[in-house]
């Protein structure tokens, strides 16, 4: 028997596939109309004075008044609002912070407007009906999903709440789903991470599980707690599962260890939220990419990101976008960011619509010698290596060796096996070959023996999260990062190590 959800779900997929093709088959126009409405919104609040926005009537008044700034830059009009002062960055006051663990800010508190907010809500659920709507799926409606994210308990400062990003969207989840939502209200509240996983292990092994979603790294964890829970496959633990949301990071190098795990491939849909807005979504299967928000009140910018560290770099829209070029990101939004670069570093796979992929962050690179080696290259190398020889990877961090004992300098990778590779050679000469190919100036650096090629170092069995353990950042929305320009995670791995 069909449910009323169910029956419900496809015409209301259409009509929503129907909106987005409005705006995405008009990308320029959606562009333009709201960066007049944010630059009008703007003129009243004290950055807006501050920078002229009365005199705004183009984009490029914008790029000449208002020059691009990460969180330090923006820091101090933050704090205003921080303390209670009105009508800073954006009218009013923001309903939330979302507080982030920066590296050189401490914490950073990022404003969420009445006005940002819906979109962070409304992109989500597009994402699934877009693809209901594709693929006519509807069966997991009914199921129960799961979404592992932080706790939702919120603080409050000068009247805003305050708190992680997954937890502030888990108090907009809509009523039609609470039922289906897993795990219940008090689990969720667990702050130890650890402890909380367990807790959802316990609560969801009897229920009919449809779609799983969150970072793969710490769903990769409730899988493997399961698996040794029952001592089966999670495809026979729930037999209904189909469907696996992320977002955080590139899904590939974990995409073998989780059918691994789960015993059976499932459909997967790939989100881009982050506390500053949620920007894209995949919004076809077959695509590579996913599809920018371009009508959610966030105005895009991009700078190449070769030429991101130099004096005045072009700045371009939209419009001028080329497929496969590593561009910065810089926003302005609806919840007060200006000019604002989030750190991340994007490719467009498509410009009809415009689809991307994030290649990385800007400031996560190697560039110890020039090469300027970037996340997406690492990860592209790990993914050949990977279908190359059969190996299971569970995580994996590069790193720098600027001054080995003895021969040339290398590129260090920690790589923490499910499964090792028969021949670890072949696995070291593939992702070097892939890394040569991809990257010219790692290929001239290799070939004038300047480097020698990449080393391996095996991390043990849970090392990864032990890691994260000891920097407190198990779990919720943290990330491993790929590339590190320092020693600084290479050398935690080594003390560790010791401390065995």
Same mark, same amino acid.
């Not at 007049?36 to 950055?47: D, E, H, M």
């Not at 600027?402 to 072949?426: C, G, R, S, V």
């Given at each position: 028997?069909?449910?009323?959800?169910?029956?419900?779900?496809?015409?209301?997929?259409?009509?929503?596939?129907?909106?987005?093709?409005?705006?995405?088959?008009?990308?320029?126009?959606?562009?333009?109309?709201?960066?007049?409405?944010?630059?009008?919104?703007?003129?009243?609040?004290?950055?807006?004075?501050?920078?002229?926005?009365?005199?705004?009537?183009?984009?490029?008044?914008?790029?000449?008044?208002?020059?691009?700034?990460?969180?330090?830059?923006?820091?101090?009009?933050?704090?205003?609002?921080?303390?209670?002062?009105?009508?800073?960055?954006?009218?009013?006051?923001?309903?939330?912070?979302?507080?982030?663990?920066?590296?050189?800010?401490?914490?950073?508190?990022?404003?969420?407007?009445?006005?940002?907010?819906?979109?962070?809500?409304?992109?989500?659920?597009?994402?699934?009906?877009?693809?209901?709507?594709?693929?006519?799926?509807?069966?997991?409606?009914?199921?129960?999903?799961?979404?592992?994210?932080?706790?939702?308990?919120?603080?409050?400062?000068?009247?805003?709440?305050?708190?992680?990003?997954?937890?502030?969207?888990?108090?907009?989840?809509?009523?039609?789903?609470?039922?289906?939502?897993?795990?219940?209200?008090?689990?969720?509240?667990?702050?130890?991470?650890?402890?909380?996983?367990?807790?959802?292990?316990?609560?969801?092994?009897?229920?009919?599980?449809?779609?799983?979603?969150?970072?793969?790294?710490?769903?990769?964890?409730? !899988?493997?707690?399961? &698996?040794? #829970?029952?001592? =089966? @496959?999670?495809?026979?633990?729930?037999? *209904?599962?189909?469907? $696996?949301?992320?977002?955080?990071?590139?899904?590939?190098?974990?995409?073998?260890?989780?059918?691994?795990?789960?015993?059976?491939?499932?459909?997967?849909?790939?989100?881009?939220?982050?506390?500053?807005? !949620?920007?894209?979504? &995949?919004? #076809?299967?077959? =695509? @590579?990419?996913?599809?920018?928000?371009? *009508?959610?009140?966030? $105005?895009?910018?991009?700078?190449?990101?070769?030429?991101?560290?130099?004096?005045?770099?072009?700045?371009?829209?939209?419009?001028?976008?080329?497929?496969?070029?590593?561009?910065?990101?810089?926003?302005?939004?609806?919840?007060?960011?200006?000019?604002?670069?989030?750190?991340?570093?994007?490719?467009?796979?498509?410009?009809?619509?415009?689809?991307?992929?994030?290649?990385?962050?800007?400031?996560?690179?190697?560039?110890?010698?020039?090469?300027?080696?970037?996340?997406?290259?690492?990860?592209?190398?790990?993914?050949?290596?990977?279908?190359?020889?059969?190996?299971?990877?569970?995580?994996?961090?590069?790193?720098?060796?600027?001054?080995?004992?003895?021969?040339?300098?290398?590129?260090?990778?920690?790589?923490?096996?499910?499964?090792?590779?028969?021949?670890?050679?072949?696995?070291?000469?593939?992702?070097?070959?892939?890394?040569?190919?991809?990257?010219?100036?790692?290929?001239?650096?290799?070939?004038?023996?300047?480097?020698?090629?990449?080393?391996?170092?095996?991390?043990?069995?849970?090392?990864?999260?032990?890691?994260?353990?000891?920097?407190?950042?198990?779990?919720?929305?943290?990330?491993?990062?790929?590339?590190?320009?320092?020693?600084?995670?290479?050398?935690?791995?080594?003390?560790?190590?010791?401390?065995?």
């Amino acid at each position: 028997m069909i449910s009323i959800k169910s029956a419900l779900a496809k015409p209301f997929a259409k009509y929503i596939y129907n909106k987005v093709q409005k705006w995405a088959n008009n990308p320029v126009k959606t562009q333009e109309k709201v960066f007049k409405s944010l630059i009008k919104a703007g003129a009243n609040t004290s950055f807006g004075k501050d920078h002229d926005f009365d005199k705004i009537s183009s984009y490029e008044d914008f790029v000449t008044q208002v020059q691009v700034r990460d969180y330090e830059g923006l820091k101090s009009y933050v704090e205003r609002v921080v303390s209670g002062e009105e009508n800073v960055l954006w009218k009013g006051k923001p309903i939330y912070f979302a507080k982030t663990s920066g590296t050189t800010s401490g914490s950073k508190y990022i404003p969420i407007t009445k006005e940002s907010m819906p979109s962070h809500v409304e992109a989500a659920r597009n994402a699934i009906l877009m693809y209901i709507h594709e693929t006519g799926n509807v069966d997991f409606v009914n199921g129960k999903m799961i979404f592992l994210q932080g706790s939702p308990i919120l603080n409050e400062q000068n009247g805003i709440q305050l708190g992680r990003l997954s937890g502030i969207v888990a108090h907009y989840v809509p009523k039609y789903l609470q039922k289906n939502r897993m795990p219940s209200w008090e689990t969720n509240c667990i702050e130890d991470w650890e402890t909380k996983v367990d807790a959802i292990v316990e609560e969801t092994l009897a229920e009919d599980m449809s779609i799983i979603s969150g970072i793969p790294s710490w769903v990769q964890m409730y !899988f493997e707690k399961l &698996q040794q #829970k029952t001592g =089966k @496959k999670v495809g026979d633990v729930f037999k *209904n599962f189909n469907l $696996f949301i992320f977002g955080g990071v590139n899904y590939e190098p974990y995409r073998s260890k989780f059918e691994n795990l789960i015993g059976r491939k499932v459909d997967s849909i790939e989100l881009y939220p982050a506390s500053e807005g !949620f920007f894209a979504f &995949q919004d #076809k299967q077959n =695509k @590579k990419g996913m599809l920018l928000q371009l *009508n959610s009140g966030i $105005f895009y910018e991009f700078i190449k990101a070769d030429a991101f560290f130099k004096d005045n770099p072009k700045r371009i829209t939209i419009k001028d976008v080329e497929i496969g070029v590593n561009y910065v990101m810089i926003i302005s939004t609806n919840a007060g960011l200006w000019a604002y670069n989030i750190g991340d570093t994007v490719e467009f796979t498509s410009t009809k619509p415009y689809r991307v992929i994030v290649s990385g962050r800007i400031k996560h690179f190697i560039s110890a010698f020039g090469e300027h080696v970037i996340g997406k290259e690492v990860e592209q190398a790990m993914q050949e290596a990977i279908k190359t020889t059969n190996a299971i990877v569970t995580e994996f961090t590069v790193a720098p060796q600027i001054n080995p004992e003895k021969d040339l300098p290398y590129h260090e990778w920690f790589i923490e096996f499910e499964k090792e590779p028969k021949d670890i050679f072949a696995f070291t000469e593939a992702i070097d070959q892939s890394l040569q190919a991809q990257n010219t100036y790692y290929f001239d650096l290799i070939d004038g023996k300047v480097l020698q090629q990449l080393k391996i170092t095996k991390v043990e069995k849970d090392g990864f999260k032990n890691y994260m353990k000891s920097v407190g950042k198990l779990g919720g929305q943290n990330k491993i990062p790929r590339l590190s320009n320092d020693r600084k995670i290479a050398d935690a791995f080594t003390y560790l190590s010791t401390k065995k």
